[in-house]
Structure formats: C-alpha cells, structure tokens
C-alpha cells in the first residue's frame, strides 16, 4: 500500500469538514483534488515567471517558454512518445477527441465506417456523430458481453471500411480496462486508426502509447491532479504532419499573406493563440507528483481498494453493481444502484455524511439505456483513498438504505 497518512498531508483540501463529518472525497472520475506541489507550481509560476510564452526576447518570456515547453517534454516522457512534437496541448479530452474526429472529416467518404463502443463519454461519441453526419460516413457500435466490451463484436464489425476506432481505454462507468494494445493490433490489420480516450487510464496506470502503437490518445490534466483547462492530444507525427489545423490564427502560422497562410511546424502548427501556459505547467507539476509516487504503485494502491471494498459492497442486499466481475479488469470506479432508491437520493444521503459521490448518467447516456437504467451512483478512488474511506463509503450506504427504508 502507499504511504496514504503522508500523501493525504499534501492535499490541504482534504483536510475539511462536511456536513459535520470529515470529507470523503469518492468523486475522482469527475476531478482530482490537487496536492500542495502542484498548487506551489501555479503560485510560482504567477508570482515569478509569467509572460506569454514564444514571441518574447525578455527573460521572463524566455523563462515561461521554457517552463511551458519543459512540461510537454514532461509529457512526452510520461505516456513515452517518440517526440514533444506528438504532444499537442489542448483543453482536454473533449477538445482532443474533438479534434480528432474534425481531422476525420478531412478525409472520411460516404461508404466509409467509424467504429466506437457503446461504452464511450459522450465526448468520444458526439463529435463521432457529427464527422459521420458530415461525411455520410456511418457510425457503428461495439456492444457488451459480461460487463465488458464484446471482443467477437468487435471483431466482426471491423472491415476494411472501418476508417476509424475511436475507444475508451478505461469506461468512466464500469470501470473496465479495454485491451487497447490487442484491439489497436486487430485494427490496424484493416488500416484503421486508433483512437483512444484516456481520460480515466492515463491518471490511473502506466501508458506507453508506442507500446500500445495508437494513432491518437487522449486525456485530460484535471483528472490526473492538475489545473483544469487543460489536457493533451498524442497523435504519430506523420499523422499530424498530415492532418490540417482545426483552429487558426497567431502562433500557428509560417507566413501570412493577404490571400493565403503557411503553417509552422509541429506541435505549434494546431495550437492557435496565447495557450493555457499556467495549466500546462501545472499539469507538469502533476506528473512530477506522479512519478514521485510511481504510477504503478498508484494503480496496485488502487486495485487492492476495489479487492478490499468490492465483497463488502456485493453484501450489501438490493446492491447492483455494473461491470465485469473480475475485480482484475477494473480500476476504482464502481458504479452502483440500490433497489428501490433514486441514485440521488443515495448521494445526497452520503453528502449528509461527508462523502463525495457522483449520481447521474455520468455523460455515457447510450451506455445507461443499454444497461437499462437512466442514473447509479458512481464512487471513485485515487492514491489518496484509504481502506477507511471504502469502510466509511459502506457504512454509509448501509445507513441510507436504513434511512430511506429500502
Ligand atoms: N472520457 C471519459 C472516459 C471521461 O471520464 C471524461 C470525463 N468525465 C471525458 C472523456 C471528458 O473529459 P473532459 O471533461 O475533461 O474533457
């Protein structure tokens, strides 16, 4: 187990009373809580350093352009990409998945097929929507078997139509981890790109896209413990030499001409105005922290929570859990229902006990209709979770469900 008295002192957030009780906070799907160095980082920066970033000779230009092109070399190395030119800084996972699909209209044609899962945030599925809409494209869908993703599915409707797989690596719902390396494998045997949202994985376990070989990985800075506003787009360079920008202006350009505009290079050619220059040192930061830890312990801390508090929850009576069974293909995100209870009645009912959960579609609304409910609870876990947390989490669904009846 990591050291979570010592980890839990670097997050002064969590130190605070709730509704009478100490804070639970269960809610790390949504956004992470930010520890001390990443908040020293943001101070820092603002305090010493700040100045618009590329266009400055001045020392202070000079010392935020190395700070802001410092953290994507951060980056880089974090889900080892080959160069700082496949690391473009975006918003986060939405803007990236965004992109990606806008970079799909530049070549999609009507018989071509986009393939996504039913499992995905409406931020990989929506923007998918939209490029087939575009293009006359058509979207189709990969269904489930046993809480996970139907790899026989899958396979059967991966042809060499299939122009894109757009996939989450980890569902926001069931927390299932998805075979990214074996389907990227499969994909590309009929030339299809890779898109992966990494949203939930990237903060959660070791990501080496060179391993996996995806054409595009997404993820977000805010759910891995830094500011919000910013994220990342990984794509292979020679698809990103290839691809147009999708947004325009300054920074972006070679040349300008009144009738015409050249594009500069990689990673600057997509990345158009003054950028989130605190946020991607702040996202630095975060990854700093993270290796301080080591991402792997971080997820091993997080598999022996789901082993710890996954039989405790099964006990409960009238308690669904979604998802695969094998604690194994999970990380800690567990979605749940009670029988005859609203999942916001059961999260305000938490609130009233200091612990933070989420209640609602969780923005995969395909997914919820598939699994033939419109809302659950979700609990979700970080390296600053305890046992005690999952003791206090169980409890205080057993104390709900006395409240409310059920
Ligand atoms: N994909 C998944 C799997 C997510 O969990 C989320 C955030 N809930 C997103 C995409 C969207 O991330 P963001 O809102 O940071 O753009």
């Not at 890779?194 to 993820?219: C, E, K, R, Y």
């Not at 292979?236 to 009144?258: A, N």
Request: proline share 3%; aromatic share 8%.
């Amino acid at each position: 187990m990591l050291d979570s008295e010592k980890i839990i002192k670097d997050f002064p957030i969590l130190d605070q009373v709730v509704n009478d009780e100490a804070l639970v906070y269960l809610d790390n799907a949504a956004t992470t809580q930010k520890p001390k160095q990443v908040l020293d980082a943001l101070k820092h920066y603002y305090g010493n350093d700040n100045a618009n970033v590329h266009r400055g000779v001045h020392t202070l230009a000079e010392r935020a352009t190395a700070k802001f092109e410092g953290a994507r070399e951060k980056l880089r190395s974090f889900i080892n990409a080959r160069s700082a030119k496949e690391i473009l800084w975006t918003k986060g996972t939405t803007q990236s998945l965004n992109w990606v699909a806008q970079f799909a209209r530049q070549v999609l044609q009507p018989d071509d097929e986009i393939l996504i899962t039913v499992m995905e945030h409406h931020s990989n599925l929506v923007p998918w929507q939209q490029a087939a809409k575009a293009t006359g494209a058509s979207l189709k869908f990969v269904y489930l078997k046993d809480g996970k993703l139907d790899l026989n599915d899958l396979a059967a409707k991966l042809t060499s139509k299939t122009k894109f797989l757009s996939i989450t690596h980890v569902s926001n719902v069931l927390g299932v981890i998805n075979p990214v390396k074996e389907i990227t494998k499969l994909a590309h045997q009929y030339g299809t790109l890779v898109v992966v949202d990494g949203a939930q994985s990237t903060p959660h376990m070791a990501i080496d896209v060179q391993n996996l070989d995806v054409d595009f990985f997404a993820f977000s800075g805010h759910k891995m413990m830094a500011p919000t506003g910013i994220g990342v787009l990984y794509g292979k360079q020679e698809l990103l030499e290839k691809f147009e920008p999708i947004e325009f202006g300054g920074e972006m350009i070679d040349f300008v001409y009144e009738d015409h505009s050249t594009w500069t290079e990689l990673p600057w050619k997509f990345e158009a105005g003054t950028p989130n220059i605190s946020g991607a040192i702040g996202l630095g930061a975060a990854v700093d922290y993270l290796n301080s830890i080591g991402i792997d312990a971080i997820h091993q801390h997080e598999q022996e929570l789901v082993d710890y508090i996954m039989p405790k929850m099964r006990a409960i009576s009238g308690l669904t859990i979604y998802g695969p069974e094998d604690n194994s293909l999970r990380t800690g995100v567990i979605a749940f229902n009670i029988d005859n209870l609203h999942p916001h009645d059961l999260a305000t009912a938490l609130d009233m006990q200091g612990i933070a959960v989420r209640a609602g579609h969780h923005c995969a609304q395909p997914l919820l209709n598939y699994l033939g409910t419109s809302a659950t609870a979700r609990a979700s876990f970080y390296l600053y979770t305890t046992k005690d947390d999952c003791d206090k989490l169980v409890e205080g669904i057993l104390q709900a469900k006395e409240f409310f009846n059920v």
